[in-house]
Structure formats: C-alpha cells, structure tokens
C-alpha cells in the first residue's frame, strides 16, 4: 500500500505509514463514502418510484457530499469501515422520515379545525328566523291604529318607545291634533310633530303609548315575491290585515307627494290602509308604508320603503316640529292664532255614510277573519269587527271556546251577496255561503247557510257586525 503523502510503500492492510505515520485508511475511507453516496442515491431513486412525495422531501433536506468528507478529523472517521457502513445507512435511512416539515401538518391541522362549524351554527346561518303569520298579525295589531283627524281618517303604527307612530302625511293633512284609536277601541289624543310636503310621511306623539315596544323595521330593500301582510283600516275595517306579495320595486309617482323607488304590492289594501304598515310575513318587521291604491282592474297598492324614510322619521323623534311649523305645511287653519285660543274647542266631523261597495267587502273580510278565529280557535281574530259584548260577541266567543281542541275543520268554499239594504243607521247584507266541515269524530260533510248580517257604523265611519242571522 503506497503512502499518498510520501510515496513510501507499506504493507498492504497498515493504517499508517511507517515512514511518515500519515493515515492510510484515508483514500479507502473516500472510496467507502462513494460507495455509501451510490447506495443512497440507488435508494433515492427507489423511494422515487415508491412515493414521489417522500423522495421529494428526502432529496430537499439530504447532506450534499462534499459536506461529508469535510468532516475528516471527527470521530467517526477512526471507526472501522464496517461501523462507519452501518451508521450511515440508518442516518440515510431515517433522515426522510424527519424531513416532513412540522409546520405544514399544523396548518393543515388547524385550517381544518378553524373551518368546521357546529351544525346548530350552520343552520342559524342558512335559515333565517321565522314567525307563524298569526303570530305575526297578533303581534302587530297591538301597535298598529286608526288615526283620525277632521280631514279623514287612515292608520299608523309605533315607531319609537316614545311614542311615536307613524302615517302619511295626507291622512293628518297638516293638523296638528288628531285622535289615535288603539285596537281595543280606546281613543288617546295624538299630536303631530312631524310632517312633510314633499315625502307623504308624518309623525305623531301619542303620551299614552310611551314605554311600549315598537315595531321592528327592515333596514334594508326586500326582494320581489317577498310575502308580505298589509294591515291598517281600510274601508271602515278598523284594525285588518290582508295577506299578498311584494310585486314590484322602484316604482315612481309623482302626484300631491313625490313617491320614488316604491313598492308595488298586490296585499289588499283601500282608501284607510293609508300610513298602515307593510310587514315582511316571515319575520314580522316593517318593510314599508302604505301609502297609495290603484283600483282600476285588480287593486294594485303601493308602499314607501321604510328604510327610505327612517333617518327623517328618527329626526322628528329627537327633533320635533313646532305646531306652527306644522299647520304651516298644509295651511288648513284659516287663522292659527284663532286655533290656538283657550276657547277653541277641538272637535272631529266626520260625515260618515254606508257604502254598498265597502259594506260588501267588509262582509268579505269579517268571513276571512271569521275562517282563521276558527282555525286557530282564537277569538281574538274576529273580535275587533264585532259590537262589543253584544249577543253575537259573545255567541262566537263562547262557541269557539266550546269548539277548541276537538280536532274541527272549517273550509269556507262559497260566499256570494245576495242583496244590501241601506237603512239609516244600520245596514242589511243578505249572503250565500257554504263551507267543508269535519266533525270531532273526523267525519266530513258540505254545508250551506243563508245569512243576514246586521251592520252598524260609529261616528268615524267604522263598521261592526251587531247580529247575524242563519238560515240553513
């Protein structure tokens, strides 16, 4: 064996030179480590063809060579070839193992643990809360009213625990006193602390309504096909509701008021709906403000966005309007100063007549009010369209009370007038009717009535049915 530092020939197995003493295993030691870099790269190749990931990982984070026999006065190198054979190969071998980077399998980890959302949660996000339509006209009722002024009468509702509610604007005219009417038929004073010119919205302070919970609005647009409940006193029907669909939107009219990107609805409303809210039917806020009626063909009614009108609605509430600002939008008092005098006595003139038209849909109504008392066997429905504590008011309380939780179903198929008589201070509405009916015990049977309904109207033009006679 040639000594490579001084060409002194040894015996062939020394590990040093016996001229020099310089380290003989070094040129073996070199070949070894080429021999042990092909086998690594051979295995390379075969985790290659094994799992193209792990060969990846294995070559991004293995020692280059060169690295390796740079390292030739470390311990190692003293070890026999076969030690030094062993220990690398385990160190190659392991290495891929250790080369996967933590970091990656703890995000991976923790993207999926920050994307999983309980399914309780999943479904608040899908579904949105929803209320029974009864419920929703139950509720609403309560803050809804009838207000009535010497110019008409029409509606409103609560708007602020301060008792705020809002109308139109053409239903107080530019008064500045009106009556608010509850839906138990109590009257409060109202006195008007807001109103425009250009927008048909007004705002009224009722003392007596302070400390209740408003209405909640819709702060955004609702889409087309939305269904939605219409309520107010139409016709001389105090306190109704009729049930539709939200048609239209960016409607424009330019009459009295300016009515711009308002909605088109097909609810039923009339001359008395108006300043009468618009109630989304699935969540119960306000959408709108009836506000107009189109009655050739089909009645098509119309609705101020509240969304659009809420900023000068809540100006009034903490900014209100004098009662000289307000008598001078419209200018119905002759002379305001006379108005405002001690001896002034305010007083409400309604000339009030029955109208066929009105009594035959009033009629209509009562039955649908009629249907749902039944169904949801709640006398709360029909109630408010009956002479109170008359027989008839007690006859139907006392009968759906009889009738709940004995499994009855009314079906009402038929209702067609058959006559109207004007009288001067009541009217006769003669019908025709029929309706499906299944008993307690589950069976069904058709029936027929012919009924007389007795109308009578108060002194601001409401109707109530004060007795109604059957026929079968």
């Known amino acids: 064996m040639k000594c490579n530092n001084c060409g002194t020939e040894n015996v062939e197995g020394s590990k040093y030179c016996k001229d020099c003493g310089h380290l003989l295993i070094q040129t073996r030691n070199k070949k070894h480590k080429k021999r042990n870099l092909t086998y690594v790269i051979i295995l390379v190749l075969t985790l290659l063809g094994v799992g193209i990931g792990s060969a990846q990982l294995m070559s991004d984070n293995a020692e280059p060579p060169e690295q390796v026999e740079t390292k030739p006065e470390e311990p190692e190198v003293t070890k026999e070839p076969e030690e030094i054979e062993e220990v690398e190969e385990i160190e190659e071998i392991e290495e891929p193992e250790e080369t996967v980077p933590a970091e990656e399998q703890t995000v991976g980890t923790v993207t999926k643990v ?27 009722q309560q803050k809804v009213y009838t207000v009535l002024s ?8 609560l708007f602020s625990d301060t008792g705020m509610v809002v109308t139109n604007a053409h239903v107080v005219a530019g008064y500045t006193d009106v009556v608010v009417r509850n839906i138990n038929g109590q009257d409060h004073p109202g006195t008007v602390v807001g109103i425009s010119g250009e927008s048909d919205i007004a ?22 096909g939305t269904e939605v409940i219409a309520l107010g006193s139409p016709a001389g029907m105090e306190n109704t509701a009729s049930i539709g669909y939200l048609t239209g939107i960016d409607r424009d009219f330019y009459q009295e008021f300016t009515y711009e990107d308002i909605y088109q609805i097909d609810a039923k409303i009339a001359p008395g709906s108006s300043g009468g809210p618009l109630v989304d039917a699935t969540t119960g806020k306000v959408i709108g403000i009836n506000s107009l009626v189109m009655e050739e063909g089909d009645s098509i009614g ?31 008092y002759e002379d305001f100063n006379s108005y405002e005098d001690e001896d002034y006595e305010y007083d409400i003139d309604l000339e009030m007549n029955f109208n066929e038209a009105n009594l035959s849909e009033f009629i209509g109504d009562f039955r649908y009010y009629y249907e749902l008392a039944l169904k949801e066997e709640d006398f709360f429905y029909v109630q408010n369209l009956l002479v109170y504590q008359s027989d008839i008011y007690n006859g139907i309380s006392e009968y759906i009370v009889d009738i709940s939780g004995k499994g009855m179903e009314f079906n009402f198929t038929k209702l067609d007038i058959s006559d109207v008589e004007i009288f001067e201070d009541y ?30 109207m108060d002194e601001y033009g409401f109707y109530y049915v004060s007795d109604i006679v059957n026929k079968e």
């Open 114 to 140: 920050e994307n999983i959302v309980p399914p309780s949660e999943q479904e608040e996000k899908i579904e949105p809360k929803k209320k029974e339509k009864t419920a929703i006209i139950k509720e609403a």
């Open 150 to 157: 010497e110019g008409g009468q029409g509606s409103g509702f």
């Open 203 to 224: 705002l009224i302070h009722v003392e007596a309504f302070e400390g209740f919970t408003p209405l909640e609005a819709e702060m955004g647009t609702t889409d087309v």
């Open 302 to 332: 119309f609705s101020i966005p509240l969304y659009s009108m809420h900023g000068q609605l809540s100006k009034w509430v903490t900014n209100p309007m004098s009662a000289e600002q307000v008598a001078a939008v419209f200018n119905v």
């Open 427 to 456: 009217a006769v509405v003669q019908t025709e009717e029929a309706f499906d009916f299944k008993d307690g015990a589950g069976n069904w049977s058709v029936q027929e009535r012919s009924k007389t309904y007795t109308i009578v």
